[in-house]
């Protein structure tokens, strides 16, 4: 009998939050392997040392997934092959749609790039704040998404939960950053009403989006 899957990463947010919440919405069995900087229940950052060259890994980083024989890394990899083998429903099948998700996950990548940036900053001060500098992007989503529940309207994707965790992110750097967007907000909380995910979303509440100093906690 095979072991269930492995999903490797730190104990944050960051890159591997999205992949945690489809498989959740999936309802896969799978092991949430947490390498974290504190001592406690959680592996070591040392220890994630240790198995980074011990794993098989062609390109050895987290995230990574680890089903049976099969092995893979980069985040936006992952979160494709689970949707195509395990949610087939979240994957488009007409070449338009997934044209469309895909511009989306650009955009989503953009944003959450500068995010990351501020993070990992020595001073964690932007040159101009995100909220001036970010608005035409923002605004522009928040006007693709006026009268969609979902990026695709009605279906939702596996997109929908990387485009939400970022939301989320700009949700905990600054609380009022999507008052501007309300159809933005509103997406937001159609993900976050899934019954699927309410209680895990409650529960992993707690987690920093990045690995970053006190000066900038979110």
């Known amino acids: 009998m095979s072991s269930k899957p492995v999903l490797g990463y730190r104990d944050i947010r960051g890159l591997a939050q999205p992949i945690r919440i489809m498989l959740?919405?999936?309802g896969v069995d799978f092991e949430d392997k947490m390498y974290g900087c504190d001592p406690g229940p959680h592996p070591t950052v040392d220890s994630w040392k240790a198995d980074k060259f011990n794993l098989g890994l062609d390109f050895p980083n987290v995230p990574?997934?680890?089903?049976?024989?099969?092995?893979?890394?980069?985040?936006?990899?992952?979160l494709r092959y689970i949707a195509r083998?395990?949610?087939g429903q979240l994957f488009p099948?007409?070449?338009?749609?997934?044209a469309v998700i895909t511009m989306v996950e650009g955009v989503a990548m953009d944003l959450q790039m500068a995010l990351i940036d501020l993070a990992y900053s020595k001073t964690g001060v932007p040159d101009e704040p995100l909220e001036t500098k970010l608005a035409p992007k923002f605004q522009q989503l928040n006007n693709f998404m006026k009268g969609n529940k979902y990026i695709l309207n009605e279906q939702i994707s596996?997109?929908?939960f990387y485009l939400y965790e970022v939301l989320v992110q700009y949700s905990k750097f600054n609380k009022q950053f999507l008052k501007p967007y309300p159809e933005l907000e509103k997406y937001k909380q159609s993900?976050?009403?899934?019954?699927?995910?309410?209680e895990y979303i409650k529960a992993t509440d707690h987690l920093l989006c990045y690995s970053i100093s006190a000066t900038l906690q979110f």
């Not at 099948?93 to 997934?98: F, G, L, R, S, V």
């Not at 993900?191 to 309410?198: A, D, F, K, R, V």
């Open 158 to 160: 596996y997109v929908d």
């Open 191 to 198: 993900i976050e009403s899934l019954p699927q995910l309410s």
């Open 85 to 87: 083998t395990r949610g």
């Open 64 to 78: 990574y997934w680890i089903e049976d024989n099969f092995k893979l890394t980069e985040s936006r990899a992952i």
């Open 24 to 26: 959740k919405y999936l």
């Open 93 to 98: 099948q007409k070449a338009e749609d997934d």
